[in-house]
């Protein structure tokens, strides 16, 4: 067990150290020096590239082939939830109970370290296109490790139900032979890819899902120009750009022994309270589990 989870994924995963002159570097850039001279030195790079980019006319020259990658990835927002979202351990925890209102970063150290999404993990993100023509293709998993689903503690958590804007929903079965990226919502059927011009943007959910519990790395196929591109995707995005790079799923189990709720506490659910639950009352429900009310 503990070997299972230790292992790093190929590339890295969410357990991977940060090395110390990275945390030095990213410190240092959040303090407002740091800040003003990136500031200033973006605009001197984009200045600069803007005047190569114009000819001795003021017009645009002849336009090199297209170089660097066709597209870019950043943080996105979408619909994410489905249902209650859960999240299940091996380890049954039974020390939660009374447990005064945690924080986040609390609670993550004390109870989550072993849990796993169900029923699906999710990338939410952005694709800006940085080619004239880039077409997103699919979404490719690699690196697929699998076993039993969890079944020691389980977790439900009170939240919202994203926000509301337009997404291009995928999901994608990992049990699969050859897992493939399918639309979600109407129409469903085997995703057949999406055309942008440069600077379209637009926003994304991948919902990967399994009866067991896994752990892979997933990327996202684009091509432009008759090349195909590779780009990674997170299951956490961060401004600052360090995202992890593994995802772990897990699917329902027929029982737990253990079961809590989460409900945030706060103006901006600075705090988590945990509620006890009847883990008997927890079912499984085409796919995912149902959850007795909350108090």
Do not use: I
């Given at each position: 067990m503990d070997d299972w989870r230790r292992e790093p994924l190929p590339g890295g995963g969410r357990e991977r150290e940060t090395p110390p002159w990275a945390r030095r570097a990213r410190s240092w850039g959040r303090s407002p020096v740091g800040r003003a001279l990136g500031a200033a030195l973006a605009c001197a790079v984009v200045g600069g590239l803007a005047f190569q980019a114009l000819g001795d006319d003021g017009t645009d020259g002849e336009r090199p082939a297209e170089e660097g990658p066709p597209a870019a990835l950043g943080p996105g927002v979408g619909?994410?939830?489905?249902?209650?979202?859960?999240?299940?351990?091996?380890?049954?925890?039974?020390?939660?109970?009374?447990?005064?209102?945690?924080?986040?970063?609390?609670?993550?150290?004390?109870?989550?370290?072993?849990?796993?999404?169900?029923?699906?993990?999710?990338?939410?993100?952005?694709?800006?296109?940085?080619?004239?023509?880039?077409?997103?293709?699919?979404?490719?998993?690699?690196?697929?490790?699998?076993?039993?689903?969890?079944?020691?503690?389980?977790?439900?958590?009170?939240?919202?139900?994203?926000?509301?804007?337009?997404?291009?929903?995928?999901?994608?079965?990992?049990?699969?032979?050859?897992?493939?990226?399918?639309?979600?919502?109407?129409?469903?059927?085997?995703?057949?890819?999406?055309?942008?011009?440069?600077?379209?943007?637009?926003r994304f959910e991948v919902l990967f899902t399994s009866a067991r519990r896994c752990r892979f790395l997933a990327q996202l196929v684009v091509s432009s120009g008759g090349r195909t591109t590779l780009l990674d995707l997170a299951s956490v995005w961060s401004p600052n750009g360090a995202n992890p790079l593994g995802f772990e799923v897990t699917g329902p189990a027929s029982g737990y022994q253990r079961a809590y709720a989460l409900t945030p506490r706060g103006t901006y659910g600075e705090r988590v309270k945990v509620e006890k639950l009847d883990p008997r009352d927890v079912t499984v429900v085409d796919g995912g589990l149902a959850f007795p009310p909350i108090p």
């Open positions: 619909k994410l939830w489905r249902g209650a979202p859960w999240f299940a351990a091996d380890a049954v925890h039974d020390d939660l109970a009374g447990l005064p209102a945690l924080s986040p970063d609390s609670l993550s150290a004390r109870l989550l370290r072993d849990v796993a999404m169900g029923p699906a993990a999710a990338s939410v993100f952005t694709v800006q296109a940085r080619h004239e023509a880039v077409r997103v293709e699919g979404v490719r998993v690699n690196h697929v490790r699998c076993r039993d689903a969890s079944a020691g503690t389980v977790f439900t958590a009170r939240v919202g139900g994203g926000t509301g804007e337009h997404v291009v929903s995928l999901g994608v079965d990992v049990d699969a032979a050859k897992p493939v990226a399918v639309a979600l919502g109407e129409g469903g059927g085997r995703f057949r890819g999406l055309t942008m011009r440069r600077y379209d943007v637009e």
